[in-house]
T-cell receptor, first 112, second 112 residues
Framework: NAGVTQTPKFQVLKTGQSMTLQCAQD?????MSWYRQDPGMGLRLIHY???????DQGEVPNGYNVSRSTTEDFPLRLLSAAPSQTSVYFC???????????FGPGTRLTVT | KNEVEQSPQNLTAQEGEFITINCSYSVGISALHWLQQHPGGGIVSLFMLSSGKKKHGRLIATINIQEKHSSLHITASHPRDSAVYIC??????????????FGKGTKLSVKP
C-alpha cells in the first residue's frame, strides 16, 4: 500500500493564482481531511469528508474548496492564492476520528 | 481557552531521562491521539486511546477520562526521540462523525 500520497511536495505561487493540492489514499478510508500547519499555531482543520460526496468545513475554510467524488481522492483547491496561505498542508485519512490517523508527507506552499 | 492544552510547550532532556508530556482537554471525547513529528518530517500516529493505558516499546500513553487528561511517557529517552509530540482529541458527537481538535504540540529535544 502507498498509504496517503500528496502532490506536489513544494509549490511557489504568485498572489491571485489558483492551484489544486492532490491527496490520494489506497486504504479505502471513509474519513479524509486537510490541515494547515503554521509555526506556533499547531494543526488547523481546513475541510474534511466522511465519505464520497460528503464534505464539511473545518476551522479555517475561507479561500479553499474541496470535493470528494471518489473514496480515494480528496483534492484541495486554492481559488485565489494569498500570502496568508503560505503554510505546510497535510492530508490525512482514517476509518474515522476514533481510529488510527494516516498522514501524507505534506506540501510546502509559498505564496509571494 | 483552547479545548486541548499541552504542557510543557518545550522540553529539553538528557539522554536516558524519563519524560512526561501532558494533555488536558475540555470537551467530551470518543478517542485521544498522540502523534509524532520529526523536524522537517511527516506526522505519524503513536497511539489512539479511549481508556486506560497503552505501551509500545519505550513509549507509554495513559488516559483518565474522568479528569480529561492524558500523558505520554518516554522511558530511557534517546536523541532520536527529539520531535514534536501532538495530542489530538476526537470530539464525541453522540455517534456521528466530527473532527479532531489538536493541541499546539510539545517540542522535545533530547541531548546526548
Amino acid at each position: 500500500n502507498a498509504g496517503v500520497t500528496q502532490t506536489p511536495k513544494f509549490q511557489v505561487l504568485k498572489t491571485g493564482q489558483s492551484m489544486t493540492l492532490q491527496c490520494a489514499q489506497d486504504m479505502n478510508h471513509e474519513y479524509m481531511s486537510w490541515y494547515r500547519q503554521d509555526p506556533g499555531m499547531g494543526l488547523r482543520l481546513i475541510h474534511y469528508s466522511v465519505g464520497a460526496g460528503i464534505t464539511d468545513q473545518g476551522e479555517v475554510p475561507n479561500g479553499y474548496n474541496v470535493s470528494r467524488s471518489t473514496t480515494e481522492d480528496f483534492p484541495l483547491r486554492l481559488l485565489s492564492a494569498a500570502p496568508s496561505q503560505t503554510s505546510v498542508y497535510f492530508c490525512a485519512s482514517s476509518r474515522g476520528t476514533s481510529y488510527e490517523q494516516y498522514f501524507g508527507p505534506g506540501t510546502r506552499l509559498t505564496v509571494t | 481557552k483552547n479545548e486541548v492544552e499541552q504542557s510543557p510547550q518545550n522540553l529539553t532532556a538528557q539522554e536516558g531521562e524519563f519524560i512526561t508530556i501532558n494533555c488536558s482537554y475540555s470537551v467530551g471525547i470518543s478517542a485521544l491521539h498522540w502523534l509524532q513529528q520529526h523536524p522537517g518530517g511527516g506526522i505519524v500516529s503513536l497511539f489512539m486511546l479511549s481508556s486506560g493505558k497503552k505501551k509500545h516499546g519505550r513509549l507509554i500513553a495513559t488516559i483518565n477520562i474522568q479528569e480529561k487528561h492524558s500523558s505520554l511517557h518516554i522511558t530511557a529517552s534517546h536523541p532520536r526521540d527529539s520531535a514534536v509530540y501532538i495530542c489530538a482529541v476526537a470530539r464525541n458527537y453522540g455517534g456521528s462523525q466530527g473532527n479532531l481538535i489538536f493541541g499546539k504540540g510539545t517540542k522535545l529535544s533530547v541531548k546526548p
